[in-house]
């Protein structure tokens, strides 16, 4: 079994910066893409921003130009910069997983953190 390990949520002022990781858990495992969705009460789960094996990345209209998603070695990134109020949620990372040796990939998807972002 493989899981998606997520760190480095919490509380932090406008303005202020964050930084999210997210590690695969086995490195027998690896990403086609990876990326972080948010999720609000009573809103579905929002894409944030996902970068593929090429590296090429997707940014949701909001955090364009403030956040940078990057990878490194199994793990995923989610540098945020000059957050406001209105990017406080639950983020969750997802991975398009495939194991060694195969060829199907599956989804999987982290616990979840905390960021909370104060006026």
């Known amino acids: 079994q493989v899981q998606l390990l997520e760190s480095g949520g919490g509380l932090v002022q406008s303005g202020g910066s964050l930084k999210l990781s997210c590690r695969i858990s086995?490195?027998?495992?690896?990403?086609?893409?990876m990326g972080w969705y948010r999720q609000t009460p009573g809103k579905q789960r929002e894409l944030v921003a996902d970068?593929?094996?090429?590296?090429n990345t997707n940014y949701a209209d909001p955090v364009k130009g403030r956040f940078t998603i990057s990878r490194e070695n199994n793990a995923v990134i989610l540098q945020m910069n000059n957050v406001k109020p209105e990017d406080t949620g639950v983020y969750f990372c997802?991975?398009?997983?495939?194991?060694?040796?195969?060829?199907?990939?599956?989804?999987?998807w982290g616990k979840g953190t905390q960021v909370t972002v104060s006026p």
């Open positions: 997802h991975g398009d997983l495939v194991r060694a040796g195969e060829i199907r990939s599956k989804e999987y």
């Open positions: 086995r490195s027998i495992f690896v990403a086609r893409t």
């Open positions: 970068i593929s094996v090429a590296d």
